[in-house]
């Protein structure tokens, strides 16, 4: 199939596949002279997309395009931690879903002696490990796609991204899956390739289904052919996955390489491969793109009848070098005891040498793991050691987890359990590089003095509850989603703490000098007087904090929206920045003296009543339904945009007030006149302002005056 064909087939699929790309064929859409048919605009809008996503990153940017629409996906799709009513929704599902569960198996006692209020911070965590797995599995999704090794369209990858994005728990016995919701508490679908590879392969021509078919379980090929026809790829995907989720024999080791020559008949190595649950593209669709690019070596084991039949390591080679070493435990990695295999056999081919640091990395893992677990076949834990891990074992399991590199395609799953075994730090260590504790879920305690010289990194630390004053930090120091740290370390230069639920306070005369970031720090009550705040400043969620202190300087952007318990602004504060106050419902008035020079949003501020008179905001500044506020002040001067939108209780603008940007008083029902003195250099908005009965004459209008 030639490739303008195959992308007019792929252009065909997306319109079909989702609503918002199915734009009735009779439409065109005229560039210059030329007509565009519906189809052909999806393949220039996928070529556009594809330009932008391998686009490296300019000088300066810290992400490619592909890193900023991963973030961006992660955010839309993964539960919204930054939303603390959900957050609590979610927590309060999962607690009444395991409260049902344990009436059902008669130990409902358990549960009437506690409380969800009690065991609020419990299932809160767990809703912050629940968004772990999340952006984990769909960062694997992400990454794979990115990188291609399947050779797949950009047609396809846009399908395979728009319904993973989609597809919640999956459901083996009848394969679907469920839909996926905002509350949906499940890690996205397992990353299977050969199910990816075998999905493409049909949906790019179906003159492949026969032969796809062929060797499918009977039981699956009906609903094969019945998600084929829906043209969606979580129901293709479903039943895909379960015909390639088949079984390895693991018993033996002995076995013998295969080599398949670049140019050689790709149907050959494709039939050696398919059904036997490597997971590898090569055995659905890509193996004609691999020998073309270069030669293909399969290490085979026996299977039961004594044949060397059983696909475990594969070595793929591109532009004479070797592009690729794959094995068949989870994410593609290499089996434990075939990595001396692998090594061996990679050793004769040229371009190994990039993959030396893996081999010694996985020897190294493997050597660690089997004194900290006992695991069977699958590599499923079956017993742990309790083994003591040495400084050299923790330097080299916490450096960086990238660091660590292995011969799957995404980070030894290994890594993640043996961490999680972690209960702590022995004294007299020394960090002198980056120090990553991400996931460390079992630490619970780091000695006097221990140091550290770079970055370290604690996120996810969830039984972590405190850190010795004696510990030296010499650079950034991070603890997002230690839901059980209590206080806060002195000497750290740049924190981030959010989803730290149970952290009460900040050490009196902390300097920030990076972003200070305490989002969802539900138990957070103060922030003490002297504190300096030289970046960005993150409150959004402390629903417990009620004051902010005398005499703060906020340099950069200070974020506050909803916190719900915060009662007042102190006199004199000062925001350099942008002012986030959206969603604080119990704030009652903005002091004189304070000075907003950036953005100010009080948004939802239902307690507001008052603004002071003489106050200056230098930024635009939204007020929408601030439902108390009473009146605009007199002498207020606001220069950038201004909204007031449903103010239902707003009556009046007090004499000299000065509009030098838009206003817009959308719904403000009850406001009744507008009078002498008061400016509008902009557009005035007062739709809806169904009171308003008289405009002083005087009142200067230099923009346009908007009414219904």
Known sequence: MSAQPAAIVGAKILKEAFSDLAISSTVRRSVGTEQLTPEARIQRYLKRLERVLDRKP????????????????IKKSCLDLRNVDLIDKVARGIYASERRTAHEQGHGD?????????????????????????????????????????HYPAWFRYLAVRGVLKMGDYNRDV????????????????????????????????????????????????????????????????VALRECNKSIDRSRLEGEWRKYDQGSDHTVLEQD????????????????????????????????????????????????????IRGVAPGQAMEPDLVEVAEERARTLPGFNRFKKASRDMKRLTEIDKRCFI?????????????????????????????????????????????????????????????DFDGCTSLQSIAEGTVFEDCVNFSGCTSLQSIPESTVFGREAFFRDCSSLQSMPLGTVSTGFSGCTSL????????????????????????PGGTVFKAEAYFNGCTSLQSIPEGIVFNRDARFSDCTSLQSIPKGTVFIGAADFGGCTSLQSIPEGTVFKGHADFSGCTSLQSIPEGVVFHGGVAFNG?????????????????VFSCCTSLQFIAAGAVFNGDAFLYNCTSLRLIPEGTIFRGDAHFNGCSSLQSIHPSVVFMGKVIMD
């Open 273 to 324: 491969l398919k059904g036997k649950g490597t997971g590898w593209c090569t055995a659905s669709g890509s193996a004609k793109a691999h020998l073309k690019a270069g030669d293909f070596y399969v290490y085979y084991t026996k299977d039961s009848n004594d044949q060397f039949s059983v696909p475990r390591v594969a070595i793929r080679m591109a532009r004479k070098k070797i592009a690729e």
């Open 375 to 435: 695991r069977d076949e699958e590599f499923k834990i079956v017993e742990r050691t309790k083994a003591e891990l040495t400084t050299k074992d923790l330097a080299f399991l916490l450096r960086e987890p990238h660091r660590i590199k292995s011969y799957g395609y995404r980070l030894d799953p290994r890594i993640a359990e043996i961490r999680a075994t972690i209960e702590s730090i022995p004294a007299g260590m020394v960090f002198d590089s980056y120090a």
């Open 626 to 642: 601030c439902t108390s506020l009473r009146s605009i002040p007199a002498r207020a001067v606001f220069h950038g945009s201004t």
């Open 504 to 527: 009460r306070s900040i050490p009196a005369g902390t300097v920030f000098y990076g972003e200070a970031d305490f989002r969802n720090c539900s138990s957070l009550r103060a922030i």
């Open 58 to 73: 300019e000088k300066g940017d810290r992400l490619a395009a592909h890193d900023r629409l991963a973030e961006r996906l």
């Open 175 to 238: 394969p679907s899956f469920h839909k996926r919701t905002p509350n949906t508490i499940a890690p996205f679908p397992e990353l299977n390739s050969e199910a990816l590879g075998l999905a493409c392969k049909v949906l790019s021509d179906p003159q492949n289904v026969s032969q796809v078919v062929a060797s499918f379980d009977s039981s699956n090929i009906e609903p094969f052919r019945a998600a084929l026809a829906t043209k969606h790829f979580a129901n293709l995907y479903a």
């Open 110 to 150: 358990n549960f009437q002696q506690l409380p969800y209020e009690e065991a609020s911070c419990d299932y809160i965590r767990l809703v912050h490990e629940k968004h772990s797995a999340q952006r984990d599995t769909l960062c694997r999704w992400t990454d794979y796609l990115q990188k291609n090794d399947g």
